[in-house]
Nanobody
Framework: QVQLVESGGGTVQPGGSLRLSCEAS????????VAWYRQGAGEEREFISW????????KIADSVRGRFTISRDNAKNTAYLQMNSLKSADTDVYYC?????????WGQGTRVTVSS
């Protein structure tokens, strides 16, 4: 079955960097777009970034533009979110998402904490 597994979260100081990974299995990863979202406790899930199936097109939220970069390696069935210049406001659980037909699939999330 479709599975998305995020990793790479952790605790980092303000100004630091992390790279999140989203490893996919159970479907042909190279045929589908991937998006990253984040969600804080009691908040709506917020769109962060999107990448097309072949990696040629990307979108990024204004809140992270210039600091975060999305990429993918279809040979490894993995999407990435490089996060630089992290701020305390970036503290959240980060999720990757793939839509296949009418089904939306989410990973379990990886927690990012930015704190001094």
């Amino acid at each position: 079955q479709v599975q998305l597994v995020e990793s790479g979260g952790g605790t980092v100081q303000p100004g630091g960097s992390l790279r999140l990974s989203c490893e996919a299995s159970g479907f042909t990863f190279s045929r589908y777009d991937v998006a990253w979202y984040r969600q804080g406790a009691g908040e709506e899930r917020e769109f962060i970034s999107w990448i097309s199936y072949d990696g040629t097109s990307t979108k990024i939220a204004d809140s992270v533009r210039g600091r975060f970069t999305i990429s993918r390696d279809n040979a490894k069935n993995t999407a990435y979110l490089q996060m630089n210049s992290l701020k305390s406001a970036d503290t959240d659980v980060y999720y990757c998402r793939v839509v296949i037909g009418v089904m939306t699939h989410w990973g379990q999330g990886t927690r990012v904490t930015v704190s001094s």
